[in-house]
């Protein structure tokens, strides 16, 4: 149970780190990129409209097939995605960089229910922590950027 949980907040914390990745890059590459300056957003609004698309039928899908399957789907939709804003970068295609933030936005879609699965894996006893721990994933996202970001600061 303990090790299911840690799975769960590292899991998180990846998850968190491609949002903020996105938020950034895709923010940063679509304003090069992009012909207006109107559609530099665009990558980051793909990425929202990813998440709100596939979020119920992540839901339903799961629900048939369980969490494992449903989790290893949204990595790999995340993989997808990653690989294809990674494509549209290299290729200065706004079009590719948006469907890859799409797929990450659909990753993210499957990885609101980390919360949810550990819940349900831990006991009465040790279910609100458990829960808790999985949250605080998204903090462990935070540390390891904000550090070389402040170092590069002060140089």
Request: aromatic share 10%; charged share 10%; hydrophobic share 55%.
């Amino acid at each position: 149970m303990h090790r299911q949980v840690f799975l769960l907040a590292s899991a998180q914390a990846l998850f968190q780190t491609a949002s903020v990745m996105v938020m950034t890059v895709g923010g940063l590459s679509g304003s090069h990129i992009a012909s207006r300056p109107e559609l530099a957003t665009m990558p980051i609004a793909a990425m929202f409209l990813g998440t709100a698309a596939a979020t119920f039928p992540a839901s339903m899908w799961m629900t048939r097939v369980g969490r494992r399957a449903g989790f290893v789907l949204g990595a790999l939709l995340g993989v997808a995605g990653g690989a294809a804003g990674a494509a549209g970068i290299w290729t200065d295609s706004l079009l590719l960089l948006s469907i890859g933030t799409f797929l990450i936005g659909t990753y993210q879609a499957f990885a609101q229910f980390y919360r949810f699965a550990a819940g349900e894996v831990a006991d009465d006893a040790f279910r609100s922590r458990a829960i808790s721990l999985v949250l605080a994933g998204g903090v462990v996202a935070a540390c390891p950027t904000s550090a070389p970001m402040r170092q590069t600061w002060l140089s």
